[in-house]
Every structure is written in structure tokens, then in C-alpha cells.
């Protein structure tokens, strides 16, 4: 199946906006969460309604567009997919609460090097000698916002470090399905999923949901359904992107999230990076980029997909 968006006029810089505004969205949704959580709204039931806004959002999407339809050629695909950025998602809404979000955001953009290794690993590709120091590169980076041993974050490391490696394996398991699926019908599954798997786990969880969704202000019930939807327009931002830009293009200016969860972390926690934490953040960013810029280019031509290309999984 083509993707959506293939055939269509490019226009980069249309698409590059879109991709920059959606690194604003994300980034603003983790310091929301981060800020609900801080509010002693559950996090659970948290990352339940943000899956349940976007299983909603598409159903209609889908109903009232119906030339994409519900359907899914793939289903095992599907749910195992919306299985692995549930995860990620899981470890994004619980790792803001223990650490600040421009370092969460930098350390979890080591995707694209994870991608490279799991690649090499896994699938048999070769690993050139500028991948394996791009990966060194990140990796270094890495070290140095978390620097061990200093006690700066401790042991909430590990939460963007898993997310990393769920969304890496996500990356390694779309790459081989990239356009065999609609992306709008992706989008709702991937909703759809995390909610079925969520409600059960909020069912049988020692949390007082009624209690708690009745305790929670006007203000706050308009601050989850921001969460909701910054986290479903941000991946419908990268479908549209898609369409108007060669991936290639549209992948370095993801990493603008970073920037844009400092900014928003300072507006709303008077949070700054340190000196070596900004250090660390630049080399991951710079890393990542090219290790993404070179996995698109040498990847066989193929209809562009939001599906394969997607790379963040709030």
C-alpha cells in the first residue's frame, strides 16, 4: 500500500515545520505529565487517558474519512508494535517524574544509534567504521549528562535508557513493514492497543480511580486532555510531514525536541541544564542526527511512511 502523502508536491520546508512543531508538542506533553504527576494525579491513569484520547480521536478521524478504514492487513504486527511504544511511553511518563525532562529527552534520543546496533546485530547488516563512532559518539554523550557515579540522577537513568532500547527494537521491527500499512489505521491501532492493554492494568491496580479523577481540578482535566491530544496531533504532525519531505530531510530537526523541552522545562520548573549536561546533549543530538541521516540514506527506496519513519513514541 502507498502511504499517504506519496506523489504529493514536496515541500521541505513546510514539512520541516511540521516536524518542529511536532518536537514542541512532545516536549511540552512530558513537562505536562511531569507536572500532573508533581499534582498527584496517578500515572497510570495518566498514561491511560493519553492512550484512550488518541483511540478515540481516530475512531472518528477514521469514521468520518472513511477511504483509510480500520482494517489492518497485519494484526500481529499491529499489536506488537503498538505493544513496544507503549512501553516506550510507559518509561517516558515515569522517567519525567524522577528526573528533569531535557535530560530524559536527550538520554532517550539515543534511538537511532540503538537502531544501528540492533541492526548489525540482529538483521546482519554491516556496521561501517562512521556508524560505529557516531555510536561511541552518542554513547559518550550520553555519560556525560548522566555522569556516573556523581549522584546527579541515580538510579532514573535506567527509565530513558529502556525506552530507548523499546523504541529501537520498535524502529528494527517497522523497518521491515514500512508501507505495508496504512498510517492513519496505524495511528488507531496503536491507541487502540494501549488502551486495551492499560484498562485491564488500571483495573487491577491499588489506585482509587474514581476517587481521583473526582479529585482532580477543571484545570487539570484540561490538562490531561492537552496531554491527549499533543500526543496524538504530534504523530499526525509527522504523518502530514511525510508527505511534503524526503525523510532524510525531516529526521535532524526531531532532535529540536531537546531544545524545545529546555525551553519549556525552564517556563514551567525554572529548570536549566548544567554546563556538561548541555555538553552531553549537543554530542547525543549531533550523533543521532547522522546516524538517522545515514540509516535513511542507505535504506532502499521505498514509498515514504510515517509507519517505519516515525522516531519518537510519546
Known amino acids: 500500500m502507498t502511504a499517504p502523502g506519496a506523489g504529493r508536491r514536496q515541500r521541505p520546508g513546510l514539512g520541516i515545520a511540521l516536524v518542529v512543531v511536532m518536537a514542541a508538542c512532545f516536549a511540552t506533553m512530558d513537562n505536562t505529565v511531569r507536572w500532573l504527576g508533581a499534582a498527584a494525579l496517578p500515572v497510570l491513569l495518566l498514561l491511560t487517558l493519553r492512550y484512550a484520547f488518541q483511540a478515540l480521536a481516530m475512531t472518528v478521524w477514521l469514521a468520518v474519512d472513511p477511504k483509510h478504514g480500520f482494517r489492518s492487513a497485519h494484526p500481529r504486527f499491529q499489536a506488537l508494535r503498538g505493544a513496544l511504544l507503549l512501553a516506550t511511553s510507559g518509561f517516558s511518563f515515569y522517567g519525567v517524574q524522577a528526573m528533569p525532562v531535557p535530560e530524559f529527552t536527550a538520554i532517550n534520543m539515543l534511538t537511532p544509534v540503538l537502531v544501528t546496533l540492533l541492526a548489525g546485530w540482529f538483521l546482519g547488516e554491516r556496521v561501517s567504521r562512521l556508524r560505529w563512532l557516531l555510536v561511541i559518539g552518542a554513547f559518550v554523550g550520553a555519560l556525560i549528562v548522566i555522569r556516573p557515579g556523581s549522584g546527579v540522577f541515580g538510579w532514573a537513568v535506567l527509565f530513558p535508557l529502556a525506552g530507548a532500547v523499546c523504541y529501537a527494537s520498535f524502529q528494527v521491527l517497522t523497518s521491515r513493514m514500512a508501507a505495508l500499512e496504512n498510517p492513519f489505521t496505524t495511528h488507531f491501532w496503536t491507541g487502540f492497543t494501549g488502551t486495551a492493554i492499560l484498562l485491564p492494568l488500571l483495573a487491577a491496580a491499588p489506585l482509587d480511580v474514581a476517587g481521583a479523577l473526582g479529585a482532580a481540578t477543571p484545570a487539570q482535566w484540561a490538562l490531561i486532555a492537552f496531554v491527549g491530544l499533543l500526543g496524538t496531533a504530534g504523530h499526525l504532525l509527522l504523518i502530514l510531514a511525510m508527505g511534503m519531505a524526503p525523510t532524510a530531510t525531516l529526521m535532524p530537526f526531531v532532535y529540536t525536541q531537546i531544545g524545545a523541552a529546555a525551553l519549556v522545562g525552564w517556563l514551567v520548573f525554572r529548570h536549566l541544564p548544567d554546563g556538561w549536561a548541555w555538553v552531553g546533549m549537543a554530542v547525543i543530538a549531533a ?21 517505519g519513519a516515525d522516531t519518537i513514541a510519546d
Open 287 to 307: 550523533c543521532g542526527a547522522a546516524s538517522a541521516w545515514l540509516n535513511l540514506r542507505g535504506a532502499a527506496p521505498k514509498p515514504a511512511s510515517a509507519v
